[in-house]
T-cell receptor, first 113, second 114 residues
Framework: GESVGLHLPTLSVQEGDNSIINCAYS??????FIWYKQESGKGPQFIID?????DKRQGQRVTVLLNKTVKHLSLQIAATQPGDSAVYFC????????????FGPGTRLSVLP | EAQVTQNPRYLITVTGKKLTVTCSQN?????MSWYRQDPGLGLRQIYY???????DKGDVPEGYKVSRKEKRNFPLILESPSPNQTSLYFC?????????????FGPGTRLTVL
């Protein structure tokens, strides 16, 4: 079946370094993607999104890159801070109505002092 | 404060005893959705609703029911809970059904079915 997955289940980075979290998706028809951050004991929180007609989108300290050729999505966090420690999910929109989302299993990001 | 609320936050029940988890949003959002989160499986969509009286199945609807009689409320009903429905449940809402709308998530309901 179609699925969204992550290459790395855990990632540890030094405070101040840049983080890169990767995601592979299998549905070439998906046209909208979201990255979420989930802190312990809380619900997922929207970070950034991107539509399939874009290759790159930047937010505050975060950048999402989309490579449709290889169906790959990445989230880059600049100057990683302790508050960035969380589980990060990518999600793809798999139907034309825009709201049937498939989430990946998540990557845990740990920021080392 | 704009938010999505869920009740209860924690629930332990027994097999077969009907239960309802409530979800309410105060943002006048059209779209609402329920997810379950299990270790190693991420978030899986159970049901979603594009507006009042409009609901549709997500990826794992078996064993669940929903209703959307009012815009702000989207309860999740387990008519006969089973142990495999032990999970962490999240409700979410967004402005409309278009694909580029941020979903706001509730705090989660941890359900244990014995």
């Amino acid at each position: 079946g179609e699925s969204v997955g992550l290459h790395l289940p855990t990632l540890s980075v030094q405070e101040g370094d840049n983080s890169i979290i990767n995601c592979a998706y299998s549905n070439s028809a998906s046209d909208y993607f979201i990255w979420y951050k989930q802190e312990s004991g809380k619900g997922p929180q929207f970070i950034i999104d991107i539509r399939s007609n874009m290759d790159k989108r930047q937010g505050q300290r975060v950048t999402v890159l989309l490579n449709k050729t290889v169906k790959h999505l990445s989230l880059q966090i600049a100057a990683t801070q302790p508050g960035d420690s969380a589980v990060y999910f990518c999600a793809e929109n798999i139907n034309n109505y825009g709201q049937n989302f498939v989430f990946g299993p998540g990557t845990r990001l740990s920021v080392l002092p | 404060e704009a938010q999505v609320t869920q009740n209860p936050r924690y629930l332990i029940t027994v097999t077969g005893k009907k239960l309802t988890v409530t979800c309410s949003q105060n943002m006048n959002h059209e779209y609402m959705s329920w997810y379950r989160q299990d270790p190693g499986l991420g978030l899986r969509q159970i049901y979603y609703s594009m507006n009042v009286e409009v609901t549709d199945k997500g990826d794992v609807p078996e064993g669940y029911k929903v209703s959307r009689k009012e815009k702000r409320n989207f309860p999740l009903i387990l008519e006969s809970p089973s142990p495999n429905q032990t999970s962490l449940y999240f409700c979410a809402s967004s402005v409309r059904l278009a694909g580029d709308n941020e979903q706001f998530f509730g705090p989660g309901t941890r359900l244990t079915v014995l």
